[in-house]
């Protein structure tokens, strides 16, 4: 049995589309976004997709079965912190790639010739 894939979707990130297999969660305050992402792709939501999914080889969860997840429900400054620590990854994640990209770039244009030095701030 498979388990799901649960991700948190940050501003950086929009517009974003989605597809077929694939469930939007809007969360309320009794439950921060990261920490039922944590729980979702946790042994307990692994659990609840087993006991509430449907078919043999190919598994369907409908949104009617989600708002039949039992999740339980931690002191909501954990849960604020576990939040920060996810979406500040994920943030951090989007930034690196982006300068990953431009440092590419870059090194293509000195490969090139192109390579514009106004780009580089004093005293970096």
């Known amino acids: 049995m498979s388990r ?5 979707v940050v ?10 297999h694939v469930a939007v969660l809007r969360t309320n305050e009794k439950c ?26 190919q598994q369907y969860l ?4 989600l708002s039949n997840f039992v ?9 604020d ?3 920060e620590k996810i979406s500040k990854a994920i943030k951090f994640e989007i930034q690196s ?8 770039q870059d090194v293509e244009d000195l490969i090139e010739g192109k390579f514009d030095e106004s780009k ?5």
Request: contains cysteine; negative net charge; aromatic residues 8%.
């Open 11 to 20: 501003d950086e990130m929009l517009p974003l589309l989605s597809g077929a």
């Open 120 to 124: 580089i701030s004093e005293g970096v």
């Open 97 to 104: 790639k982006k300068f990953i990209s431009e440092a590419k």
């Open 4 to 8: 799901i894939q649960v991700y948190i």
């Open 32 to 57: 921060k976004p990261g920490y039922l992402t944590c729980v979702l792709n946790s042994l307990v939501g692994f659990l609840e997709v087993q006991k509430h999914s449907y078919g043999i080889r």
């Open 71 to 79: 999740i339980p429900v931690i002191a909501q400054e954990i849960q």
């Open 62 to 65: 409908f949104n009617e079965q």
């Open 81 to 83: 912190e576990i939040h």
